[in-house]
């Protein structure tokens, strides 16, 4: 692929994720559309990107199809990130998560198809591991889900693949583990456990974790997911394409790991923070006790190299939150 520029529709764009990779790619020089309904996502994400010349805000929902065909006219690739997340959301309300997982991702699939887009990259899940035991966890052995968000994110994976087989339609999915960093919503009942200890640590708030601490989980720096969303957008491999990859770091940490992390770095702006307790729960309901990827299909195939550690991307993440959240 020549480096010239091209035009990029990001579903989600103003979510987390979805608004780093506006900003990543603006700066780029490439032309970004952002679709998003602003249910999960926020407006202060995507602001200082609204007077750019090549940023164009698309307020809409991916459940309709006539904005899923308008969003998607005159693109080149789609990094589709719009969804409802949270194994807890879709476990008290599994309708909704399953009519923007779902019908939201086929409405989209079925536009890139209509419009003759280049390329649909799209966020799968480390919960389609599911009831999986083995560790790590490889792209083509996954287990039963244990959540209706699970079971809408297994469902992309086999819609993504029947199209590429049925239409023509290159598509890659990226199974996401456990993403941390800066834009993180830390408020909320489905927040990210890291920006929620965070803002409790800051506010010298005990935290709460789910269980003896012992869960396990491959926590991912965003900037290892952008690099994986530029290298699933560039590849010319036609080995590479429709087909999955784990997304994350390649390690596992516990959350009681996490949290001593957490009160290390935090520390070192407010020395009160290392002496705060930890409290700890029920588990929750949906949860799978580990998670810990292998890389070695994304760095075969897209030559992935994470450049970030979980100690190198919580040390980020920490002054970020500490300098934009306080």
């Known amino acids: 692929m020549s480096s010239s520029n091209f035009s990029i529709l990001i579903t989600g764009g103003a979510g987390f994720i979805g608004s780093n990779l506006c900003e990543y790619f603006l700066a780029k020089g490439h032309l970004v559309i952002c679709l998003d309904n602003f249910s999960t996502g926020f407006r202060h994400n995507i602001e200082p990107f609204l007077d750019h010349e090549n940023f164009t805000l698309i307020e809409g929902d991916i459940r309709d199809y006539d904005t899923c065909l308008k969003a998607l006219n005159g693109v080149d690739y789609v990094l589709h990130q719009a969804a409802l997340g949270s194994v807890p959301r879709s476990v008290n309300d599994p309708v909704t998560s399953n009519e923007v997982n779902v019908t939201g991702f086929l409405n989209m699939l079925q536009a890139a198809k209509e419009t003759g887009i280049k390329r649909f ?83 010298h708030e005990s935290p709460v974790i789910n269980g003896d601490g012992n869960y396990s989980r491959d926590f991912t720096y ?38 001593d992390y957490l009160k290390e770095y935090l520390s070192e702006f407010d020395s009160e923070i290392k002496n705060i307790k930890v409290v700890h729960g029920p588990n929750r309901v949906g949860d799978i006790p580990h998670s810990l990827a292998s890389v070695d299909k994304a760095k075969e195939l897209l030559n992935y190299n994470p450049q970030f550690s979980i100690s190198q991307g919580l040390k980020e993440a920490v002054k970020w939150y500490w300098e934009h959240l306080r």
Do not use: C
């Open 121 to 203: 990259i799209y966020a799968a899940s480390s919960s389609t591991y599911g009831d999986s035991e083995s560790l790590p966890k490889v792209e083509d052995q996954i287990g039963k889900p244990l959540s209706p968000y699970a079971v809408t994110k297994y469902v992309n994976e086999l819609y993504a693949d029947v199209f590429s087989k049925t239409y023509g339609i290159e598509t890659i999915g990226l199974r996401y583990f456990n993403v941390f960093g800066r834009k993180q919503n830390p408020n909320g009942a489905y927040a990210a456990v890291i920006p929620k200890f965070v803002m409790q640590l800051m506010q």
């Open 222 to 259: 965003i900037d290892n997911v952008i690099h994986m969303n530029e290298l699933a957008l560039t590849t010319s491999d036609k080995n590479a394409v429709n087909t999955v990859y784990n997304t994350a770091y390649g390690d596992r940490t516990t959350l009681n790991e996490l949290v």
